[in-house]
């Protein structure tokens, strides 16, 4: 049975960081996709960052400020989040997919940010930013 659990979420003022973790078990697919969503309160569901193999992909809202990382020894997925702003405030959600979920675009393919692509969730963890 695949778990997923988040951690490192908390309340930080603008501009400030913080690093998410999420501890993964029972899933040991270190070549398929996993990444980080969020949903703030009335918004839909976005995807933030996955990975495939040490390769990311990122939301137009949050490149050049956040960063993914697996560490397949430690069976953990990182988000680090730098230069938070009050609309990073959501609930993040990590998550893994049962393969490779790739979008492509322009001759390239990326990992997925799409929420249907992804078969097993976290409970998700809190982060606020005040302004």
């Known amino acids: 049975q695949v778990q997923l659990v988040e951690s490192g979420g908390g309340s930080v003022q603008a501009g400030g960081s913080l690093r998410l973790s999420c501890a993964v078990s029972?899933?040991?697919?270190?070549?398929?996709?996993m990444g980080w969503f969020r949903q703030a309160p009335g918004k839909e569901r976005e995807g933030v960052a996955s990975?495939?193999?040490?390769?990311?992909s990122y939301a137009d809202s949050v490149k050049g400020r956040f960063t993914i990382a697996k560490d397949n020894a430690k069976n953990t997925l990182y988000l680090e989040m730098n230069s938070l702003k009050p609309e990073d405030t959501a609930k993040y959600y990590c998550a893994a997919a049962n393969g490779r979920r790739t979008f492509c675009r322009g001759g390239y393919c990326f990992p997925s940010l799409k929420g249907a692509d992804f078969d097993h969730w976290g409970q998700g963890i809190q982060v606020t930013v005040s302004s």
């Open positions: 990975i495939i193999e040490g390769s990311p």
């Open positions: 029972g899933y040991t697919y270190s070549s398929y996709c």
